[in-house]
T-cell receptor, first 110, second 115 residues
Framework: TQLLEQSPQFLSIQEGENLTVYCNSS?????LQWYRQEPGEGPVLLVT?????EVKKLKRLTFQFGDARKDSSLHITAAQTGDTGLYLC??????????FGTGTSLTVIP | NAGVTQTPKFQVLKTGQSMTLQCAQD?????MSWYRQDPGMGLRLIHY???????DQGEVPNGYNVSRSTTEDFPLRLLSAAPSQTSVYFC??????????????FGPGTRLLVL
């Protein structure tokens, strides 16, 4: 059962542009994590959001947890080629079980 | 400190063969897990362990076995490989299990092709 849907699935943009990736579910999560995965490597944690409505910033990346704790978004300002990768959201349920989203593959073109 | 290591990196199997994917961590983490990653489906949990001697099934456990005899090691066994098990397998670990804010550390993955 896939609980988390990410959109878009693929995204190709020019360097300097802004973008937003969405992670949606009908389930409520205790927390929501975002990971980035580069080719040939395992995912690496970027951020964890816990409180409904919470916003966290990591340099040019802004993460938001939905008020109802069912969805999240990742916004990148002025994308750079180093942002290229697969972005995965992961919801943690009340039993502390992780459920990963379907992934968004981002390519930033120089 | 090597983190999470996985072997082999690549493997080709014939249908019906068995094999073990190795996973080890040197961070003294309690929680370890195995995921498979398929295109368009994200990561799906196969099995997990909250400590030595304790294992449980995840979302897609059929065709896989695990054991956890030590804190460090968490091997994944394919009993009789099938083409549907062609995937990239990731092992992950975290310090503990029981909070919603744990960081999972992933290994580099094992790419498995079953013919």
């Amino acid at each position: 059962t896939q609980l988390l849907e990410q959109s878009p699935q693929f995204l190709s943009i020019q360097e300097g542009e802004n973008l937003t990736v969405y992670c949606n579910s009908s389930s409520v999560f205790s927390s929501l994590q975002w990971y980035r995965q580069e080719p040939g490597e395992g995912p690496v944690l970027l951020v964890t959001v816990v409180t409904g409505g919470e916003v966290k910033k990591l340099k040019r990346l802004t993460f938001q947890f939905g008020d109802a704790r069912k969805d999240s978004s990742l916004h990148i300002t002025a994308a750079q080629t180093g942002d290229t990768g697969l972005y995965l959201c992961a919801g943690v349920d009340t039993g502390n079980q992780f459920y990963f989203g379907t992934g968004t593959s981002l390519t930033v073109i120089p | 400190n090597a983190g999470v290591t996985q072997t082999p990196k690549f493997q080709v199997l014939k249908t019906g063969q068995s094999m073990t994917l190795q996973c080890a961590q040197d961070m003294n983490h309690e929680y370890m897990s195995w995921y498979r990653q398929d295109p368009g489906m994200g990561l799906r949990l196969i099995h997990y362990s909250v400590g030595a001697g304790i294992t449980d099934q995840g979302e897609v456990p059929n065709g896989y076995n695990v054991s956890r005899s030590t804190t460090e090691d968490f091997p994944l066994r394919l009993l009789s490989a099938a083409p549907s098990q062609t995937s990239v397998y990731f092992c992950a670990s975290s310090y503990s299990w029981g909070t919603s804010q744990e960081t999972q550390y992933f290994g580099p993955g094992t790419r498995l092709l079953v013919l």
